[in-house]
């Protein structure tokens, strides 16, 4: 990418002796900023964080395209939840969502665009990601892991000698991973691989669309969903901190979910469940 | 294809050049300075603690009790106890372990690697366990009515210290903190009115650009004057980062203001000696 920049910022030095404006000095100056589009700011995702594809309903009106084997752990997943577990969704343990549904938009969200690498910054534990824009490939060495490892290309689609697209793909995962809160899942081998296409829409430079493509095994045909983040009008935008694990109420014990009474105490999640098992306490038999 | 680093050098000498002539020829200072990232440090790469160093807050001192904090009589009561709780096995005052952050000025202990990322209206510090701090250079005042927070909220300027025309020194102030926060992880406090006051001056050692230092100095009622550390952080410029989740594989399980432990099989055990077992009272068959 680096070395697109230096054509574009030797094309400008040669302007420079033809067609000189304080226009075109600024521009010179911002050679890491001014190629790019504006996406600076806080954006909030439109049409609520809890459904991978915000266009339809949550659950199974998404209409995931999933195999039969993984349709069937999703609907087994369903029930679970309807009996008060958490089903195939890990992040009631504060485990980071992961790719793609970081894309979700549970947290507010920030762009902050480099010449090597644009940062997605989301206000969510730690769920930031690195997109590398530097012309780097796939490493061999990469470790996996939930938000996976982000290459990225950004397109100057109508030709006007600035980049208005970025282009991501996002591959080594590790799991477990749901597509959102109704625990649809992926699959378990975590060869996942993750496109996007982010940019401003032409109409309104406030909202940003992002159109992610999801390669599974889990699905029968690659899944396109496009997402929307609307620009919040406040230039200095609250950025709220939020830890998960403060206040969390989830307790996990070996296998089970239990959770925190407003006392402090253990209580079950569902009816009957049984307690943990307090074997290693001296005194576990009052 | 240019080497990126040469590709860089190119851009950067070119763009001092055009802003010398862009102010010759009587462009606003504003424009010319905009986005000329050489006007800034380099702190680009990825920065460790020191070989060597551990997570003391003093980088000099053992932690603990030989860090010799300036503490109140009242928050030395409350560090004695800390230790004590924690030499029977529990966290004293220390809540990490239930994976809230460290929040300021723990946090530049930076106990796993950080990354400074510097526009020119904000320098953002990325963490790999933690969500980032900003750092507002862009001339703000504090604000009024925020929620607090752990990394707290950061107003910055950038400093020419030896008038050489280029910034070499972030001058920071942290305030509007909440906790509960420690300086480290033996529990020593800060103050749980949480009217912390934090001052940082960060810039690279002049005998080292890979050092850079962070001279930190912490105003808080739980000590009796300002206490000022120097932390020492070590550039790394072949890096990968990593995903780091505490609550991953975290044994520690909080139970009300109990810390039991999962055992290796997934059962629940203490964490002290003769630590009674969570009140089971909400099950039904509790009592087997």
């Not at chain 1, 909030?44 to 339809?56: E, L, N, S, Y």
């Not at chain 1, 889990?218 to 919040?232: G, H, I, N, S």
């Amino acid at each position: 990418m680096l070395d697109r920049n230096a054509v574009t910022f030797a094309a400008m030095v040669l302007a420079l002796g033809a067609t000189i404006s304080d226009a075109w000095v600024t521009r010179a100056l911002a050679w890491d900023d001014g190629l790019y589009p504006d996406l600076k700011g806080q954006w909030r995702v439109v049409g609520g964080p809890m459904r991978f594809d915000p266009g339809k309903p949550w659950g199974p009106g998404q209409e995931a395209p999933l195999t039969t084997e993984y349709q069937a752990i999703f609907e087994k997943n369903l029930k679970a939840q309807a009996a008060g577990g958490q089903g195939t969704t890990p992040t009631y343990t504060c485990l980071s969502p992961g790719m793609p549904r970081v894309t979700n938009g549970y947290g507010q969200i920030e762009f902050v665009v480099t010449p090597g690498t644009t940062h997605i910054l989301v206000q969510h534990i730690h769920d930031n990601r690195r997109i590398f824009t530097d012309g780097r490939d796939w490493s061999a060495a990469m470790e996996p892991s939930f938000l996976g490892y982000s290459i990225g290309k950004w397109l100057d689609t109508d030709g006007v000698g600035r980049y208005d697209t970025l282009e991501v793909e996002t591959r080594h995962f590790k799991g477990p991973r749901a597509f959102d809160s109704s625990g649809i899942p992926l699959h378990e081998d975590n060869q996942t691989i993750v496109k996007e296409r982010i940019y401003l829409d032409k109409d309104d430079r406030d909202v940003l669309r992002n159109e992610v493509t999801v390669i599974d095994n889990a699905l029968t045909r690659p899944w396109t969903v496009l997402k929307r983040y609307r620009r919040e009008p406040d230039a200095r935008p609250f950025w709220r901190e939020v830890n998960c694990a403060e206040n969390n109420n989830h307790v996990e014990i070996g296998k089970e979910n239990y959770m925190l009474s407003a006392d402090g105490l253990l209580m079950p999640t569902r009816k009957d469940q049984a307690p943990p098992d307090l074997r290693y306490f001296a005194q576990s038999k009052p | 294809m240019l080497d990126p680093s040469t590709v860089g050098r190119i851009a950067r000498a070119t763009a001092l050049g055009i802003a010398a002539f862009g102010i010759a020829i009587g462009m606003s200072a504003d424009a010319a300075q905009a986005f000329d990232e050489t006007q800034y440090p380099d702190w680009s790469g990825q920065w460790h603690r020191p070989r060597g160093v551990g997570i003391a807050w003093d980088q000099t001192k053992p932690l603990g009790r030989g860090q010799q904090a300036p503490l109140t009589p009242e928050y030395q009561a409350l560090f004695e106890a800390s230790l004590a709780d924690q030499a029977k096995g529990g966290q004293g005052e220390d809540a990490r372990f239930t994976c809230i952050p460290p929040g300021m000025p723990r946090i530049m202990t930076i106990i796993w690697p950080a990354e400074f990322v510097i526009l020119p209206k904000i320098t953002y510090v990325n963490f790999e366990n933690h969500m980032p701090r900003r750092i507002y250079t862009d001339g703000r005042s504090f604000p009024t009515n925020e929620e607090p927070s752990f990394a707290g909220y950061s107003i910055g300027q950038w400093l020419d210290t030896d008038g050489d025309g280029r910034y070499d020194t972030l001058a920071a102030e942290t305030r509007n903190l909440k906790g509960p926060r420690t300086f480290e992880t033996t529990g020593l406090p800060l103050h749980k009115d949480n009217q912390t006051v934090v001052k940082e001056r960060i810039a690279l050692d002049k005998s080292n650009p890979d050092i850079l230092i962070n001279e930190i100095t912490t105003i808080d009622n739980a000590l009796t004057r300002p206490w000022t550390v120097i932390k020492k952080y070590r550039r790394e410029r072949n890096f990968i980062w990593f995903e780091n989740i505490c609550a991953e594989g975290n044994a520690h399980v909080a139970i009300g203001k109990e810390n039991y432990m999962l055992s290796a099989d997934g059962l629940l055990m203490p964490a002290r000696k003769n630590q009674a077992p969570p009140d089971l009272r909400y099950f039904q068959q509790s009592r087997q």
